[in-house]
């Protein structure tokens, strides 16, 4: 899929902020963020949409979006919740044509609403945003691994 920017990313060929990358998936900051840390968790191989997607790799999609919403609620954003959520199709606002999971960072009395301003976004600060979700992903790892470090 030469077309889709996407796949694009996934081999390199398109710039991304890239926040967690493994064989099935790879996630990068959005670069129309809804907010800071707004990060998009794609398929490596190519699905137009849900129907093409296997059901292996879009439970792989929610678990790395699990992680990366844990990681956003850490001290170097302190969100206080996040939204996970895919556009599945054209009539559910998908704007581009490759299933991706959207986590969107989320505090106490934020005002954003999805759609507003879509076109204008811009992401400030992206190489900064994106070592700071990477640390909180790190940060998980280590209270995964540390029998002393509380995690539930």
Do not use: Y
């Not at 059901?55 to 792989?60: D, Y």
């Not at 999609?61 to 919403?69: C, D, N, P, Q, S």
């Not at 954003?112 to 992903?137: C, D, K, M, Q, W």
Request: hydrophobic share 45%.
């Amino acid at each position: 899929m030469s077309e889709c920017v996407f796949c694009l990313i996934v081999a390199g060929a398109a710039p991304a902020h890239r926040v967690f990358e493994d064989d099935t998936v790879c996630a990068f900051l959005d670069i129309r963020p809804i907010a800071r840390g707004h990060t998009l968790v794609i398929p490596k191989s190519h699905a137009t949409d849900l129907s093409g997607l296997d059901a292996e790799t879009g439970a792989e999609l929610f678990r790395v979006g699990h992680r990366i919403a844990r990681a956003v609620q850490g001290p170097a954003f302190a969100a206080d919740g996040a939204n996970l959520l895919i556009n599945d199709g054209k009539a559910a606002f998908q704007t581009v044509g490759h299933v991706h999971l959207h986590v969107l960072p989320r505090t106490h009395g934020d005002k954003f609403r999805f759609a507003s301003g879509l076109v204008l976004r811009r992401s400030h600060e992206p190489e900064r945003v994106a070592a700071a979700i990477r640390s909180g992903l790190a940060a998980l790892d280590t209270a995964a691994t540390d029998p002393d470090t509380d995690t539930g």
